[in-house]
């Protein structure tokens, strides 16, 4: 395993593993279930005109620097079904030229700190082997996997659910950062924030820049799904009643929040004008 990420060849990989490629020069990674024949089953936003099968961030690029249509090695590449963001595309199209990587599982406690980025690997470790991964895949292409969220349903966590069968068990913003990525991207500005008090305490800035090194490797552990305690095991075929579930209890807690907050002050209505139109006078016609 690198220090940034796990880079493999295409001949290292095999059906039900997790893999990824950086894109926008490691600015993000896309995550995807590699189900064997060159093909890839991941997660995007719902199917747009011309944009299946490509995430959301490059969406409106591929639309002003995108080819031919059609994939060259693949008819069905690009297959997505009504209304879901789940999305089988060939291995050359899920890369788009990119590095391929593979995610890890198990990772201890010390290897997972001492990465530099999130969403490379988790403490959890891998449910039913490589075949339940393919099959929680290919179930979840023909039936969906909720709705597309950068922080709370990303392609991370359809791939890291695809392997581990879990989920969190909470809905609305208890859901946020439960992915790598997500985790990364909350942490970098929570460890600025929190480190903000120990500034006594850290002698010059490379004693700074070690608090802020500490909460921002903190912030990314308690997240990873693998050390939180708020997950639970999720049937493939169970999943649209779970999502239901969610959304339902989403729902309510809005609701509540709503009746909660103390209700607007009344508008003061206009007083009616105490002034009275002056009366027309008659013109006198003098003789």
């Keep these: 395993m690198g220090l940034l990420s796990h880079r493999v060849e295409r001949s290292e990989i095999k059906p039900g593993d997790h893999?990824?490629?950086?894109?926008?020069?490691?600015?993000?990674s896309h995550h995807g279930i590699y189900v064997g024949g060159s093909k890839v089953v991941h997660f995007t936003r719902k199917k747009e005109a011309g944009t299946a099968g490509l995430d959301s961030a490059i969406a409106v690029s591929s639309l002003l620097s995108r080819g031919p249509d059609g994939c060259p090695t693949f008819p069905d590449c690009g297959f997505q079904r009504p209304g879901s963001g789940v999305v089988l595309t060939?291995?050359?199209?899920f890369l788009r030229g990119g590095a391929l990587h593979r995610f890890e599982y198990g990772a201890p406690p010390a290897v997972f700190l001492a990465k530099l980025r999130g969403g490379t690997c988790t403490t959890a470790r891998a449910d039913g082997g490589p075949d339940a991964a393919v099959r929680r895949a290919m179930h979840l292409l023909q039936n969906g996997f909720g709705d597309y969220d950068v922080f709370e349903n990303n392609c991370e966590d359809f791939a890291l659910y695809c392997k581990t069968g879990l989920l969190p068990a909470a809905a609305g913003d208890d859901g946020i950062g439960r992915s790598g990525q997500a985790a990364s991207a909350v942490a970098v500005p929570l460890a600025a924030l929190l480190s903000t008090p120990f500034k006594v305490l850290a002698a010059g800035p490379l004693g700074m820049a070690a608090v802020t090194a500490g909460v921002?490797?903190?912030?990314?552990y308690i997240t990873?799904?693998?050390?939180?305690?708020?997950?639970?095991k999720v049937e493939v075929e169970n999943l649209a009643a779970h999502l239901g579930w969610r959304r339902a209890k989403a729902a309510e807690e809005a609701v509540k929040k709503q009746q909660q907050q103390p209700p607007p002050p009344p508008t003061p209505e206009k007083k009616a004008s105490s002034r009275l139109l002056p009366l027309k006078r008659k013109r006198e016609i003098c003789v």
């Design 90 to 93: 060939c291995l050359d199209c």
């Design 19 to 28: 893999i990824y490629t950086w894109r926008a020069g490691y600015t993000y």
């Design 216 to 220: 921002y490797c903190a912030g990314r």
């Design 224 to 232: 990873d799904i693998g050390v939180r305690k708020d997950v639970v």
